[in-house]
T-cell receptor, first 114, second 113 residues
Framework: AQKVTQAQTEISVVEKEDVTLDCVYE???????LFWYKQPPSGELVFLIR??????QNEISGRYSWNFQKSTSSFNFTITASQVVDSAVYFC???????????FGQGTELSVKP | KAGVTQTPRYLIKTRGQQVTLSCSPI?????VSWYQQTPGQGLQFLFE???????NKGNFPGRFSGRQFSNSRSEMNVSTLELGDSALYLC????????????FGPGTRLLVL
């Protein structure tokens, strides 16, 4: 069965600190897709990144970076020099090639204090 | 390009009533999925519609149903509401294929009293 685990329920940091959000997944599929979404207090899920199972290349986008390691079934998300606007709940999600429904982790609530 | 829109944004109902939520996908997107978000269960997949047909379904009772129109707009209906149906209902759209990225709307917050 597919499963996504975000062990960190809440993280609190001070502005300008770096923070890493952990995500571990389980799947028996050889082709799958991983995602990170951000949910601000308004409720909308904002898409951040997508990774295909056959592409382990890490990615950097501004202050955001993602580390995908198939060997440990992890897809971690790092925010460098965090800002107050980064405060939100972050969700990691998995979908299989067939079906395509998203399986979400429980989310990590990030609080960045000034 | 406009994002996914959902109406209404907030809704209060009483137990036993039924409710219909609406979702308009991003222009050109033909697949619409619905998710329920509660504090206890997190984000759970309800169903997906593509070309007016249900393509995938989650583990929810038959009180939860949906449909899609020829313009790709979708509605979901919950009949005989229960207190536990109080949740944020999120709609997501994507172009066509299951492997494509889903983009979410702002959600409808349903409170059942």
């Amino acid at each position: 069965a597919q499963k996504v685990t975000q062990a960190q329920t809440e993280i609190s940091v001070v502005e300008k600190e770096d923070v890493t959000l952990d995500c571990v997944y389980e799947t028996r599929d050889t082709t799958y897709y991983l995602f990170w979404y951000k949910q601000p207090p308004s409720g909308e899920l904002v898409f951040l990144i997508r990774r295909n199972s056959f592409d382990e290349q890490n990615e950097i986008s501004g202050r955001y970076s993602w580390n995908f390691q198939k060997s440990t079934s992890s897809f971690n998300f790092t925010i460098t020099a965090s800002q107050v606007v980064d405060s939100a709940v972050y969700f990691c999600a998995l979908s299989e090639a067939r079906g395509g429904k998203l399986i979400f982790g429980q989310g990590t609530e990030l609080s960045v204090k000034p | 390009k406009a994002g996914v829109t959902q109406t209404p944004r907030y809704l209060i109902k009483t137990r036993g009533q039924q409710v219909t939520l609406s979702c308009s996908p991003i222009s050109g997107h033909r697949s619409v999925s619905w998710y329920q978000q509660t504090p206890g269960q997190g984000l759970q997949f309800l169903f997906e519609y593509f070309s007016e047909t249900q393509r995938n379904k989650g583990n929810f009772p038959g009180r939860f149903s949906g449909r899609q129109f020829s313009n790709s707009r979708s509605e979901m209906n919950v009949s005989t509401l229960e207190l536990g149906d109080s949740a944020l209902y999120l709609c997501a759209s994507r172009l066509t294929s299951p492997e494509e990225t889903q983009y979410f709307g702002p959600g409808t917050r349903l409170l059942v009293l």
